[in-house]
């Protein structure tokens, strides 16, 4: 691959995008911007202050996302944004993680779309559910509706923009890492980097994004502050592990039969199995899994 490259990474919160991004900011040839919708109040998903979590807990300004940087950004709008970072790092790849679908209908430009890859990330609905209740005390609809809206709007999107794309499972990611990102490294056309494997070793300015996959970065992992404590547990699971090498599977025993009934019910459950099945889930095997534990 020549030239220049845009990776947008859509997917629901708790995929897995974070981490997919901040080990691609390993490369060579990749930098990793975040979440650039956290630039834009305007945006419904944005947030008003956007801030680098590594130089955060470095108790630093960052040298990238400087106020007049973010200003910047946000007067050039959401089409520009991938261009500026790139100006500003100097990679020709950029990473854009802000995951959300409706990101890509703000930000796309069709004089790029032939120089960008909508890398679709999904962890199964069921799991998803149980961090989505743990954050934010959601409803299991609420849950499946949330998932359904996500992955198909991704879907939908690429297709009617014909736009390239490439699907990851966070589970396939989880286990090994270095099979799924020579996967995706393949498909876009760049060599392969062994240093994405030890990405925390690489410098990165990045906005936003989920405090675990920041905890292989020594300097997180000792000086990170977090609102609940109930965060700062699930941030510190992550430190203790190895990259790559685990199995996602804290959701197993945490629905109870309630739950998993309610995330089949009615046609958002019909289309959470299609979805399901297109993605490279089967539903049914998730159910058992969960029931096995769910059962008194």
Known sequence: ?????????????YSGSTL?????NGHRLIANAGELSACFPQFELGVQNPFCPLCAARRQPCK????????????????????LFRRAVGRPVVVDSSKFPEWLDVSWEASTLAKTVVVIISRNPFAYHVSNRRRVAAAPGTSAAEWVHCYASAL??????????????????????????????????????????RFWKNPMHALNG???AYMWYPEFERRAEFE??????VAQGYAER???GWSDE?????LDQREIEMMQAGKIGGRLRQLCAVLGYDVDFLVERAECSARP
């Open 250 to 254: 804290k959701w197993i025993g945490a």
């Open 228 to 233: 609940r404590p109930e965060d700062a547990s």
């Open 156 to 197: 939908e999107w690429v297709k009617v923009h014909r736009a390239g794309h490439y699907l990851i499972r966070y589970e396939d990611f989880a286990v090994d890492p270095e099979r799924v990102l020579a996967g995706l490294m393949e498909h876009v056309g760049l060599p392969w980097d062994p240093a994405m494997l």
């Open 242 to 244: 190895v990259f790559g």
């Open 1 to 13: 691959m020549t030239g220049l490259l845009d990776l947008l990474i859509i997917g629901s919160p």
């Open 20 to 24: 997919l991004a901040n080990a691609l």
């Open 64 to 83: 990238v996302w400087t106020p007049d940087f973010i200003e910047s950004m946000r007067l050039a709008g959401p089409r520009r944004a991938r261009a």
């Open 210 to 212: 989920n405090a675990g």
